[in-house]
């Protein structure tokens, strides 16, 4: 069954048709062509398709698609600025070489994201266990950790998406 939702997706309005029973993570890369979002597992065990929905980490893949009705949904396309500027977070995981293979970086960067946006100077531990819903297949988090650290420490606060100067 096919019904229209409206919501705000990375601080644009969008008005768009779908099929009831989609997930969010299937409408976002096989409707709107946003690909940054990830499939990973798609049963919510390995964080690659994290979005944020008003705010909060989701797993787009379990999100049934009309939850989202007169919700506000950012990707990780919607982090960076016009300008081409990277998000703070965006540039501490290149700093920091927290990329790797960048299969779980969207996933991981929304889950800080989220994160720094509840705690804006997290401690080690509560990194961790803020991207503990996320899984890295490469060589380990050290140096994610270390990017969403010196995200946090660098800037003062993580700036919103559609904010002022995006």
Sequence with gaps: ???????????????????????????????LELTGTKSGCERGECGA?????????????LFPVMEIEGARVTTIE????????????????????????GFCT??????????????????EEEIRHGIAGNICRCTGYVQIVRAISAASESSGQVPEVGGEGD
């Design 78 to 101: 919607g982090l960076g600025r016009s300008s081409g500027e990277l998000h703070p977070l965006q540039q501490a995981f290149v700093d920091h070489g927290a990329v790797q293979c």
């Design 106 to 123: 969207p996933g991981m960067i929304m889950a800080a994201k989220a994160l720094l946006d509840e705690n804006p100077h997290p401690n």
């Design 1 to 31: 069954m096919k019904k229209m939702i409206s919501f705000v997706l990375n601080g644009d309005k969008m008005e768009v048709e779908v099929e009831t029973h989609w997930s969010l993570l299937h409408l976002l890369r096989e409707r």
């Design 49 to 61: 398709c994290t979005v944020l929905v008003d705010g909060k980490a989701v797993n787009s893949c």
